[in-house]
């Protein structure tokens, strides 16, 4: 033992001191720490899955589907409810399909298999989101649907958890083409303002068909589909053993290589899917939008006019009791009045007044009338001109001016 002692400490005085570090050198820390992340499975009627070896299936499926939301970054997973990572995750909540599973539903045998296309939804815990509980009004490419908005907010205590009720605009589902149309109120897809399409297709989420694949647009691609070129990596290498790559059409790729038919793309931009310095197309024809996307850009007048329609308006104007001054009540006492620290206003007759309509759909004469029970009546009515009506309110106001100027 001692000998060994020995040994070591032989060794040790050997090594020769670490080097000194520059002046100027800082030393380099990480940047990102270990994260722990909790992992919950659900089937789309909120039950709990249960089953082992779906884990690793549906974290795989994210990885592959959403590798460009995740940044490229890998991820462990224990086959439960732990998943560790370097760097925080995006908070989003991710759908997929066709993941194999042995949920019973109650119907089948305790032994049958479940259904190849189960969809199972895969939340992370700390992310907030919205439980569709039902819907109430369907516009042309959207709907409004009602539920919980769910969040974990911090307190004095603790954690709290906050619920609030609350509605929401949800896309609804289909061909991009159909919606685009019925979002522009286009005849066909040849009469599109591709730029407002693409301000309102981008960050929306995409199937591919025939391949069922999940994708999120990044925007249109600048030429047609027969004129858009890309790179196509060939099988065979060249003398030096690289790669070789031609330059192919989108409708040609997909027409002649995949043997998909396509009847109206050609002419079409394709929907790009991949990242600025690395594009990836796909023909429009090919893509749907997917279910449960929050529609966020802002509403046609007509769609709003249809969410307002349910409400009534009293046509009766509301009473109210007016008060002067700060705000208190001024009332006699003993039979005298008290002025003290109150001013007196000297009242003012409107002469002439008038009643101007900015395309209100409402009964302005009616409004007229009951005016003129307290007051005398207007000089005139002015009736916006209905060629102004989708200007900018400033222009709208100079025009009714010139109007009543005239």
Known sequence: MDHLDREDNKASKGLPPPPPLPPSAVPMKPELEPEMKKVALFYEDGRPVDEKGVGRKVLDRVHDTYDTELAGKDFAYDGEKSLFTVGLLARNSVVLEDVTTNRNNGNASPGSRGSPNERVACWFVNRSFIMIRGVFLMLEVEFLARGFHSSFRTTQGALSLNIDVSTTMIIRPGPVVDFLIQNQNAKDPFSLDWAKAECILKNLRVKISPSNQEYKITGLSEKPCKEQLFALKKKS??????????????????????????????????????????????????????????????????????????????????????????????????????FNHKKLANPSKIERWAVVNFSARCDVRGLVRDLMKNVEAPFDVFEENPQYRRAPPVVRIEKLFEDINY
Do not use: M
């Open 237 to 338: 290498k060249d003398v030096d053993g690289e790669i070789q790559t031609i330059e192919v059409a989108v409708y040609d790729y997909f027409v002649n290589h995949r043997h998909l038919d396509l009847h109206y793309s050609g002419d079409l931009p394709c929907i790009n899917v991949g990242k600025p310095k690395r594009p990836t197309y796909f023909p429009l024809e090919l893509c749907s939008l997917v279910s449960l996307q929050r529609y966020t850009k802002a509403l046609s007048s007509v769609n709003l006019s249809k969410i307002f329609s349910g409400g009534e308006i009293e046509t009766k104007a509301s009473r109210e009791d007016l008060k002067v001054g700060n705000g208190e009540d001024f009332v006699p006492r003993n039979g005298r009045w008290n």
